[in-house]
């Protein structure tokens, strides 16, 4: 059994914040669970974490850091309910929770590249080991699947149907493939041993505690433009994206979690409107006052042209729609940044 750091190894290290055990609503309904989030000290993660706290649940918080850090959760520490594990997924874990959330895998371009290989084993060889887990528990697992299955979509907006254009030798594959083939392993672990799954498909989600050397469009334009660098668009800016704030994305993962049985997913969780990387960048500079100038380089390899999901299924099972618009989300992301930038200088 691997060893958890709890809050009292860590109490010290930070400034820490320790709401009182027991507040919230699910425990006073009753029905506090052990809940395990893998990836929890990343960007999805340690916001998914805050809310099942507040919520009254205890999380076990698993992370080998290659792309979170403690920073995230670090006004946890101390807090009854929470507990970290330093763990790699690609090795087997042996825990008792009563539910899990698996979001381990570094998601920006940049960071999943950098060892292909490691993240195509953080994707199958993690996603066995978290089934095992579940099989063996018999409790629900939920997978943060991501709309890269879909690839370089051919059909537009994008359902869950469609089976996608993916590119499986390029420099994505690692991540669009690797994510492909962990539903599959969580389709076939719920077919042949009843194992209780919920495939999430993530669209691209932006918020404070995005990392600052991601490379996804939101931190990366928020970021210049506070520092008043040149905002770095590649390709001519007309490719699109959808835009969803964490703080909708994680109510959404919590509703597939407590969906019925039935519900295993795939379900396409993002906002369903389109902007095009141009006009984002453009948002950013007016809204900041900022007179960065925008320089264009080479689109990457297999940088998808557009991406819109199709939330009906989320709509109609989850009763889901994201709820913050663009403008106050980019608010809230960008006040987190000018934070952080104030606190390094
Ligand atoms: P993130 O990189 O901020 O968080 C991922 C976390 O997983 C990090 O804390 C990292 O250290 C941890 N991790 C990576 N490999 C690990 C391993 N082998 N063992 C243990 N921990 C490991 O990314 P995020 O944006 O928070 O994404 C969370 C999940 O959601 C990922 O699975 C990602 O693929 C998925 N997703 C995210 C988006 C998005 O827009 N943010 C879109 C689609 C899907």
Known sequence: MPQTEDSTQLKGQTALATPTEGSGEEQAKGQARRILVTGGCGFIGSHLIDRLIGAGHRVLCVDNLVTGTKQNVEHLFGHPSFEYLYHDVTDPLDVEVDEIYHLACPASPVKYQIDPIQTMKTLVMGAINILDLAKRLDCKVLQASTSEVYGDP???????????????????????????????????????????????????????????????VVSSFV???????????????????????????????????????????????????????????????????????????????????????????????????????LDLGLDRTAAFYRDRLTDVA
């Open 223 to 325: 970021l210049q433009a506070l520092q008043k660098e040149d905002i770095t668009i590649f390709g001519d800016g007309s490719q699109t994206r959808s835009f969803c704030y964490v703080d909708d994305m994680v109510t959404a993962l919590v509703l597939l979690m407590e969906s019925e049985a039935s519900v295993a997913g795939p379900v396409n969780l993002g906002m369903p409107a389109e902007n095009t990387v141009a006009e984002l960048a453009q948002m950013i500079l007016t809204k900041l006052g900022s007179p960065s100038k925008l320089v264009f380089h080479p689109l990457p390899v297999d940088d998808p042209r557009k991406r819109l999901p199709d939330i009906s299924l989320a709509r109609q099972t989850l009763g889901w729609a994201p709820q913050v618009p």
């Open 154 to 216: 051919e059909q537009h907006p994008q359902s869950e149907s469609y089976c996608g254009n993916v590119n499986p030798l390029g420099p994505r594959a690692c991540y669009d493939e690797g994510k492909r083939c962990a539903e599959t392993l969580f389709m076939d672990y719920h077919r042949q041993h009843g194992v209780q799954v919920k495939i999430a498909r993530i669209f691209n989600t932006y918020g404070p505690r995005m990392s600052f050397d991601d490379g996804r």
